[in-house]
C-alpha cells in the first residue's frame, strides 16, 4: 500500500470517528421527526419533554418520545443527562407518573440507534436519541442550551 492510500484511509477513518457536520462520536444527539417544528431547546425544556412533563412542540404537535433499551450506553447518558436519574429512579418516575395518571406509559424502548432512528424518522412528533455519528438526513437533530453535537461545551455525553 502506497503512503496516500493510507492517508486516504485515515483520513476516511477520522471522518467516520467525527460523524456527522463534525459531531463528536461521544456526543449524544437529539432527534426528532423532520416535520417537527424545534430546532432548538433548552436544557430544561427537554428533560421536560422526556418526562413527559410537557407533551408538545410549540407548534402543538405531539411528542412520542422514544429511549433505547436498558444496557445501552446511550441510555445510561440520557439518564444522566436529561433525566439526572439512575435506571431505578426512572423506573419508579414512570410507575408513579402511570399510577396517578400524569402519563399513560413510560417511553418506548427500542433496542438499538438505528431502531430509535427509524422509529423517529418515520413518526411525527418522534423523539428521541443516538450516538451523533449515526443521526443522518432522515431526521433532525437539536441544538441543546444553543450547542450542537460536536460544538464546544456540548453537555449530552456518551461515556
Given at each position: 500500500?502506497?503512503?496516500?492510500?493510507?492517508?486516504?484511509?485515515?483520513?476516511?477513518?477520522?471522518?467516520?470517528?467525527?460523524?456527522?457536520?463534525?459531531?463528536?462520536?461521544?456526543?449524544?444527539?437529539?432527534?426528532?421527526?423532520?416535520?417537527?417544528?424545534?430546532?432548538?431547546?433548552?436544557?430544561?425544556?427537554?428533560?421536560?419533554?422526556?418526562?413527559?412533563?410537557?407533551?408538545?412542540?410549540?407548534?402543538?404537535?405531539?411528542?412520542?418520545?422514544?429511549?433505547?433499551?436498558?444496557?445501552?450506553?446511550?441510555?445510561?447518558?440520557?439518564?444522566?443527562?436529561?433525566?439526572?436519574?439512575s435506571e431505578t429512579e426512572y423506573n419508579d418516575y414512570f410507575v408513579e407518573a402511570t399510577f396517578t395518571g400524569a402519563v399513560a406509559a413510560a417511553p418506548k424502548a427500542l433496542p438499538s440507534?438505528?431502531?430509535?432512528?427509524?422509529?423517529?424518522?418515520?413518526?411525527?412528533?418522534?423523539?428521541?436519541?443516538?450516538?451523533?455519528?449515526?443521526?443522518?438526513?432522515?431526521?433532525?437533530?437539536?441544538?441543546?442550551?444553543?450547542?450542537?453535537?460536536?460544538?464546544?461545551?456540548?453537555?449530552?455525553?456518551?461515556?
Amino acid at each position: 500500500m502506497n503512503p496516500f492510500s493510507i492517508k486516504s484511509l485515515a483520513l476516511i477513518g477520522l471522518g467516520l470517528l467525527l460523524g456527522v457536520a463534525g459531531a463528536r462520536a461521544d456526543d449524544l444527539a437529539i432527534i426528532v421527526n423532520k416535520t417537527n417544528s424545534l430546532d432548538s431547546i433548552s436544557s430544561a425544556d427537554l428533560a421536560k419533554y422526556f418526562k413527559a412533563e410537557k407533551s408538545k412542540a410549540p407548534d402543538g404537535k405531539k411528542l412520542v418520545i422514544v429511549m433505547q433499551d436498558v444496557g445501552r450506553p446511550e441510555r445510561a447518558a440520557a439518564l444522566k443527562d436529561i433525566y439526572k436519574m439512575s435506571e431505578t429512579e426512572y423506573n419508579d418516575y414512570f410507575v408513579e407518573a402511570t399510577f396517578t395518571g400524569a402519563v399513560a406509559a413510560a417511553p418506548k424502548a427500542l433496542p438499538s440507534g438505528a431502531a430509535v432512528k427509524s422509529f423517529v424518522a418515520e413518526t411525527p412528533g418522534g423523539i428521541g436519541y443516538v450516538v451523533s455519528g449515526d443521526a443522518d438526513a432522515s431526521v433532525k437533530v437539536l441544538k441543546i442550551d444553543g450547542k450542537a453535537p460536536g460544538d464546544a461545551d456540548y453537555k449530552l455525553k456518551v461515556k
